[in-house]
Antibody, heavy 116, light 108 residues
Framework: EVQLVESGGGLVTPGGSLRLSCAASGFTFSDWSMSWVRQAPGKGLEWVSSISSSIIYMYYADSVKGRFTISRDNAKKSLCLQMNSLRAEDTAVYYC?????????WGQGTLVTVSS | EIVLTQSPGTLSLSPGERATLSCRASQSVSSSYLAWYQQKPGQAPRLLIYGASSRATGIPDRFSGSGSGTDFTLTISRLEPEDFVVYYCQQYGSSSWTFGQGTKVEIK
């Protein structure tokens, strides 16, 4: 069974940093591109970043470019999102996800709150 | 960037009725990489349909998806009480995913 478990969320002050992690199991992690998607309170879904299976290509939404860095460790089956210079508008539930053979798989999310 | 526009924003129907939700893309969606989700308050999105028309594992057959290119539809044949929540479409065929703004299905 595919499982994606996010961790690392919490309360951080504006300008601060946070590192999110996603532990994957139940599939061949190194075969698939991985992504982060977020959802601000009461709002819709927003794609944040993606990384290719080979770690060669990384893509970012304009809203986070230059502040967030996506990375992965295929040996440890883990995905990370390093978030720097956090702003109030980055407050959201962050989901780890990937597009696999039978659709798009999601974790349960981790809440990031940026507030003073 | 592919922009997805969902309509209507809110759909008011009664249990047992048929719901038809639309998702229109600003450009053709690659290889029908179009998904539909249901989201209940406080929960992660639940995948209903992928590849425009394939039902995800465990999804009741009252949910069906159709369409290709730029026009896609989610149909709920007979609404059950638990179906009155929010639905999103998503394209995942490009390097940057995009989502529709959502359709809320409410009880009339």
């Amino acid at each position: 069974e595919v499982q994606l478990v996010e961790s690392g969320g919490g309360l951080v002050t504006p300008g601060g940093s946070l590192r999110l992690s996603c532990a994957a199991s139940g599939f061949t992690f190194s075969d698939w591109s991985m992504s982060w998607v977020r959802q601000a309170p009461g709002k819709g879904l927003e794609w944040v970043s993606s990384i290719s299976s080979s770690i060669i290509y990384m893509y970012y939404a304009d809203s986070v470019k230059g502040r967030f860095t996506i990375s992965r460790d295929n040996a440890k089956k883990s995905l990370c999102l390093q978030m720097n210079s956090l702003r109030a508008e980055d407050t959201a539930v962050y989901y780890c996800a990937f597009s696999g053979r039978y659709g798009v798989y999601w974790g349960q999310g981790t809440l990031v709150t940026v507030s003073s | 960037e592919i922009v997805l526009t969902q309509s209507p924003g809110t759909l008011s129907l009664s249990p047992g009725e048929r719901a038809t939700l639309s998702c229109r893309a600003s450009q053709s969606v690659s290889s029908s990489y179009l998904a539909w989700y249901q989201q209940k308050p406080g929960q992660a999105p639940r995948l209903l349909i992928y590849g425009a028309s394939s039902r995800a594992t465990g999804i009741p057959d009252r949910f069906s998806g159709s369409g290709s290119g730029t026009d896609f539809t989610l149909t709920i044949s007979r609404l059950e009480p638990e179906d009155f929540v929010v639905y999103y479409c998503q394209q995942y065929g490009s390097s940057s995913w995009t989502f529709g703004q959502g359709t809320k299905v409410e009880i009339k």
